[in-house]
């Protein structure tokens, strides 16, 4: 709001003959102006807001580990005295595989061996995938009782 405000006073001395006192003054009042501003909001639009949601696709890549157990059986038929351990050799896991067989004399025959062997491969796998994300529209609606200033 503005507002402004002035005085203005004259003040005029004038000598009458007629008078007794010479110096006596004679005021002359002025009248006072006042400037006042003031201002109203006035609705000249209004704005509708809109939101909806966009699907996009989008490609995303990784790296999908397998394994692939290998399983290989064999024939040792030797005999043993006693049951050999389980071992490794390299990334191969022999696990021994005996059995009792009537003889004159009873001994431990290695029929087998169980060779299993892990081979790991990676391969790059690609999906596509839908993901969702907003989007914002402001359109301005002007007002119908709309008074420029």
């Known amino acids: 709001m503005f507002s402004w405000h002035g005085f203005i006073t004259l003040k005029i001395t004038l000598n009458d003959n007629n008078d007794n006192d010479s110096n006596s003054p004679f005021t002359i ?6 400037l006042h501003l003031d201002k109203k909001l006035v ?5 509708q807001i809109t939101r909806k949601i966009v699907e996009v696709n989008e490609t995303a890549s990784l ?7 290998e399983i290989k059986k064999v024939l040792i038929n030797t005999y043993v005295s006693e049951t050999p351990a389980i071992r490794h ?16 004399e009873k001994k431990l025959l290695l029929v087998e061996e169980v060779y299993i062997t ?32």
């Open 29 to 34: 009042s002025i009248i006072e102006e006042q």
């Open 43 to 47: 609705e000249n639009a209004t704005i």
């Open 63 to 69: 790296n999908l580990f397998s394994e692939d157990i």
């Open 89 to 104: 050799e390299g990334n191969v896991i022999i696990i021994p595989v005996v059995k009792e067989v009537v003889v004159v």
């Open 118 to 149: 892990k081979h790991t491969t990676t391969k790059e796998h690609t999906e596509t995938v839908s993901l969702k994300k907003q989007e914002v529209t402001v359109t301005r609606i002007p007002s119908l009782n709309n008074t420029s200033l």
